[in-house]
């Protein structure tokens, strides 16, 4: 009888990933006090929803909510001022920053950052949950790991966002952790009804925080249809599983879905978010968006640069150095499809058998795709944006990892994280000197809309 | 060789260099951009306003946009303080190929045409109207100026003050030293770790 390798491969795992961590965290302290107080996007809304919750206020209406008044010096911020749209949310993330908001005796702008603080805990979280998904597709590939976690760790604005007040960042987590719970334990035992059920539960969390977690569903879909590629669930099982899983998470967030649908004509209310000015007229068509340059252009850029409330884009050289840096990911991926396809070619492999191997690659391309068309769906009432696509951000670190290891050879790979972590040190700081530290600091006030 | 020695002296030597050498800083405006096209009522103008915050403004970027193809635009820019009265404080002659200009924009293409000058050395806080004046060959010829984005050239390492400076105007003093002491504990934790981790002798975790 052999050891259990587990508990040390945990040990050497946290060797890289505690100071990662803390480092992520340190940054994440200076990000949440740099960034001027309400200058995230949506930042001055959810931060009153909060206030308005810890009051008791009650969970209020579009369009009769009006903000507090000692919010008005950022009301440029602000996109239905003096309105707070954001009440068209689900509560979950409003209600866990509930008691931060009562403990708080400061000024807005210091008790922002203390509800600023909860996402960096949340972004630690997601990296933490991305390593350990990384590790279930590749257990002996512990680059791949570590490199996911420093792309996500140094990934520009996933930084920004883990340094706001936005519910965006709890929903990352709630999505990273249920796709963890839904994949394949690695004792390969079939899957429990219980460990189900907690996915869905986690899923009712999601939708209650934004219900867009609605999206991730297909996804955990295809975790439960794993056990029936890998023949260890039966068709039966799979089926009970698959009604386990989105019965209980729709049914935990009905109340919801009923309170909107009585309230704005919609079970989500994005009818009415759409009647907001500036949100419905920059709505599109899913055909015009998807054959536009433009549109993807645009979504490029958001997801890596476009800073508070999408007023700081970088610079065309910089997004040309990014997405050179990240196509050199992507032929590393390519590299990796060519050659694995080629050696399971070699041995014969065919049918489930095959189908099986790429698994991993499948879940983490429709995770993707999941969350695509979510950033889709809203530029159809909407004007969308890349952090619509954020809950997928750990599949895209994993791919973007795969490849970058790709393109080196095998004794070298394990070098290849830290050489990653440099260049998005590298180029982390530069756009902060370049473009957002001019942007808020100089004369005359911490930013153009405020000045 | 030691390959990872090697590496961290690149990384070091980049960290450094963005930070001593001169670089050029966007000035801070929305979108990083100054628009003056009126794209609801369809105009499009000559000049526009931008407002430095820093010293040492001595660069714009402006989006051109021309009309009539096959022509090679001879354009004077001017740059005016506001509120003062006299010769421009500083102009550039440029001569602008249609093609470089052209109202059609390709979709990953950059629209701006970068133009440098000597540094106005006071320029922070201050309002400037930039404007282009069309040369002789082509008075009549249709060319706009959409957004424009103004630079000073500073160093990397003079940003520091000015975010220290906005952190402290934004927060109270008891979480601004809140912020100091956390962060360096983090820092100095995270650091111990990653000592231990990379310069100890032996296998590594990546060698596992």
Known sequence: MTADPRPERHTTVWRWLGPLLLFFVAKQLLLVFFFAPF???????HFDYVRRLAAGDGLGVVGEVSLNPDLAPWQDYVADFPHNAEVIQPPLYHLLMVPLAWVSPWEAADEVVLIRLASALFGTGVIALTVAIALRFWPARPDIAAGAAV??????????????????????????LAVLLMLPTPDGLPRTDRRTLVVAVVVGAGIWTKTSALFALPVLALGVLWGLFNQVDSRNRVLRHLVILVGVAVALATPWFLRSLWLYGDPTGVTRLSRVSDYGDSASTLPAMIQSVPFWRGRFEDFWGNFG????????ATYRVIALLWAVCGVGLAVVVYRSLRSQRAAGAAGWGMLSTYLPAIVLLAWIASFVAAMLAVGTVQFTQARFLFPAMPAIAILSAVGASGLVPT?????????LAMVMVAINLWIFLQAVVPFYTGSGGPTVLTR | MNWRLLLCGLFLTAIAGMLLLPIHVRHSAKYGFTK???????????????SPNYDNF????LDFRSYTPGQVYDVRLHVRETGTVGEPIRTVSLSLPSDTVEHRKAPLANPFTTVSFDPIPDSAGRIYYVWIERGPRNRDANIALWSIKSYSRMHGYQLAKPAVNLVREQHSAWFVQGLVISTL?????????????WFKDGPRDSDT
Request: aromatic share 12%; net charge negative; glycine share 10%.
């Open chain 1, 39 to 45: 200058t995230g996007h949506d930042e001055v809304d």
């Open chain 2, 58 to 61: 001595d660069r714009l970027d």
């Open chain 1, 151 to 176: 792309f996500i760790a140094l990934q520009p604005q996933f930084g920004f966002e883990a340094a706001i007040v936005n519910h965006d960042m709890l929903l990352i987590f709630w999505v990273t």
């Open chain 1, 411 to 419: 004794n070298w790979r394990r070098g290849v994280p830290a050489v």
């Open chain 1, 309 to 316: 409330w999408r007023l700081i884009p970088l610079e065309p």
């Open chain 2, 36 to 50: 003056t096209v009126d794209f609801d009522r369809g105009i499009g103008v000559n000049g526009g306003y931008v």
């Open chain 2, 185 to 197: 504990a983090v820092c100095l934790v995270a650091g111990m770790f990653l000592a231990r981790e």
